[in-house]
């Protein structure tokens, strides 16, 4: 394989991650990227914590076979339920050179830099919520931070169906924030991807005061940092301006939506991971 042609892979479970790689782009315009979207078999946020870790492992393996260096699991549910198995034990038996990272760790960071009140809201799929990912990063980071969490089954299918302006979104948003708005958070994490084009409105209706923390702008923030710390692994990688975008599911809207999530036109090509 050709040296410096080494990719950054972003995987998400649909299109919702473009809005993660579009913030890694603008921070890091010179590499090489592959996105994937699993929008074959999305939502994985109902899903058991078993099948996320065995349909994030197949996309792993999807993005290294496409020469990727390093991966950023883009996708919150993916990085609650499969990131720390894929890291301890995947990783080190199938490809001890290569790196898996996540989402949660820099979304944590962030909103214990910015709570005063130390209580921090968190908004996400059932199964990041139920696998108290968020509650485990935030405590880690300060044991005194008490973290309100609300599971938001609706939201993702109405963003996938384009209906993110709709009074059904904006209904179910009010439902899942006022019993935050309630405990006093002057932090709100927005912990799946999807979220993301949702930050106007769910900033009108929880007011000036209260920050969002989204993984938009933050984690390609994040990589340029840690890319600085990890020379080796920077060195690899390919300068390219190369973007490649995968779909388990060729549909109009990871085309329509996924472009209006990552700020340009995208073209997807259909992946098959098994
Ligand atoms: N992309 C997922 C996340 O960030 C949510 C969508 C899904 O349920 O698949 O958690």
Known sequence: MRRGNKYIGVFDSGFGGLDVLRGIVKELPSYNYIYLGDTARLPYGNRPKETVYEFTKQAVDFLFRQNCELIILACNTASSDALRKIQREYLPKKYPHKKVLGVLIPLSEEAVKYTKSLKVGVIATVGTVQSKSFLRELKKLNP??????????????????????????????????????????????????????????????????????????????????????????????????????YSTKLTANFTKLGSKFFGSNIIARKAVIK
């Not at 405990?183 to 930050?199: A, K, Q, R, S």
């Not at 994040?222 to 690899?236: A, F, I």
């Open 144 to 245: 005194r931070i008490e973290v309100f969490q609300e599971a938001c089954p609706l939201l993702v299918p109405l963003v996938e169906t384009g209906k993110q302006n709709s009074k059904k979104t904006d209904l179910a948003l009010k439902k899942y924030l006022k019993p935050l708005l309630k405990e006093n958070i002057d932090t709100l994490v927005l912990g799946c991807t999807h979220y993301g084009i949702l930050e106007g409105q769910i900033q009108k209706m929880i007011g000036p005061k209260i920050k969002i923390i989204s993984g938009s702008e933050l984690v390609g923030k994040k990589l340029k940092d840690y890319l600085s710390n990890h020379k080796e692994l920077e060195k690899k990688l390919g300068k390219g301006k190369a973007r490649v975008f």
